[in-house]
């Protein structure tokens, strides 16, 4: 079981060149969520996910998109990648409403380090 | 809207010393709280979490009682180790939120010294 899983680990692009985050859990969970972490900024959520087949917009989701593959896999694309989005990415998952895990805890990967130069 | 204000780091102390690391919110409704804490180079833990007014959470020594009158979920532990240093993120998941999305503070840093 290796809950929550991202790559790359760390990624350096050029400004205007395009690349996906790729998130996959296998908690079987419904929610996923993609976060953004800037220093002093705490998580700020782009994107997220009830359930495979549906997306919808956080906080930051401008330069972005997801795509909800399957239950287990949520990637984020970046289609012309900006100096401001160099961040560290966080997916995470959540338990399913009326499982026996507490439903309010999210399972975070460990993040990708991305840098746009 | 739903928000989340921690005491700014960082925060630096001498092994078993105690720590407070202050949190308050502001929601609509009475939400859920939480402290997520993030060791380095890795993603967010649970550290504890507490879902009504006067609930305390606790987990590895540390505590946090939700305090409605003064919308505030403060962190404490009464002998830090050198192993407590990361980043530690007070957050709030808003009542009736069935998507489960969290609000998190600005994160405060915490660096114990043997």
């Known amino acids: 079981n290796a809950g929550v899983t991202q790559t790359p680990k760390f990624q350096v692009l050029k400004t205007g060149q395009s690349m996906t985050l790729q998130c996959a859990q296998d908690m079987n969970h419904n929610s996923m969520y993609w976060y953004r972490q800037d220093p002093g900024m705490g998580l700020r959520l782009i994107y997220y996910?009830?359930?495979?087949?549906?997306?919808d917009k956080g906080e930051v989701p401008n330069g972005y998109n997801v795509s909800r593959l399957n239950k287990r896999e949520f990637s984020l694309r970046l289609e012309s990648a900006a100096p401001s989005q160099t961040s560290v990415y966080f997916c995470?998952?959540?338990?399913?409403?009326?499982?026996?895990?507490?439903?309010?805890?999210?399972?975070f990967g460990p993040g990708t380090r991305l840098t746009v130069l | 809207g739903n928000s989340v204000t921690q005491m700014e780091g960082p925060v630096t102390l001498s092994e078993e010393a105690f720590l407070t690391i202050n949190c308050t919110y502001t929601a609509t409704g009475y939400p859920s709280l939480f402290w997520y804490v993030q060791y380095p180079g890795e993603g967010l833990q649970l550290l504890l979490k507490?879902?009504?007014?006067?609930d305390k959470g606790s987990n590895k020594g540390f505590e946090a009682t939700y305090r409605k009158e003064t919308t505030s979920f403060h962190l404490e532990k009464g002998s830090v180790q050198v192993s407590d240093s990361a980043v530690y993120f007070c957050a709030l998941r808003g009542r009736g939120s069935t998507l489960g999305r969290l609000y998190f503070g600005r994160g405060t840093q915490l660096t114990v010294w043997p």
């Open positions: 995470a998952s959540r338990a399913p409403a009326g499982g026996r895990e507490l439903t309010d805890t999210q399972y």
């Open positions: 507490a879902t009504k007014a006067d």
């Open positions: 996910s009830a359930s495979e087949g549906t997306t």
